[in-house]
């Protein structure tokens, strides 16, 4: 089984940054693709960023473009997203997600999700 773990969250200030990581255990053959969605209270799960290893670049969500940037290593099976320039609207549980063949901007097509972590940003 592929199992996916976050961390890095926790709170910062307007204008602020945080790094979030993920780390796959399992076979890493169970996943070609990794990237973050997130969830604020009340709204619908959002396509932050999501990648395939070693094919091209990544692809963000309208709302994080030219602000967070993803990144990783293949090999051992790791993510991270480095947000920058936080906002209010950034305030969610970000979670992890990894699969095969994804339809990459639907949740429900991800196989592979981490338990999430909260990111808060205040002013």
């Known amino acids: 089984q592929v199992r996916l773990v976050e961390s890095g969250g926790g709170s910062a200030q307007v204008g602020g940054s945080l790094r979030l990581s993920c780390a796959a255990s399992?076979?890493?053959?169970?996943?070609?693709?990794m990237g973050w969605f997130r969830q604020a209270p009340g709204k619908g799960r959002e396509g932050v960023a999501v990648?395939?290893?070693?094919?091209?670049?990544?692809a963000y969500g309208d709302s994080v473009k030219g602000r967070f940037t993803i990144s990783g290593d293949p090999t051992k099976g790791t993510v991270s997203l480095e947000m920058n320039v936080l906002k209010p609207e950034d305030n969610a549980m970000y979670y992890c997600?990894?699969?095969?063949?994804?339809?990459?901007?639907?949740?429900?097509?991800?196989?592979?999700w981490g338990q999430g972590t909260q990111v808060t940003v205040s002013s």
């Open positions: 997600v990894a699969d095969n063949k994804p339809y990459l901007w639907e949740p429900e097509s991800w196989k592979y």
């Open positions: 990648w395939r290893f070693n094919d091209g670049p990544a």
């Open positions: 399992g076979p890493t053959d169970g996943y070609v693709y």
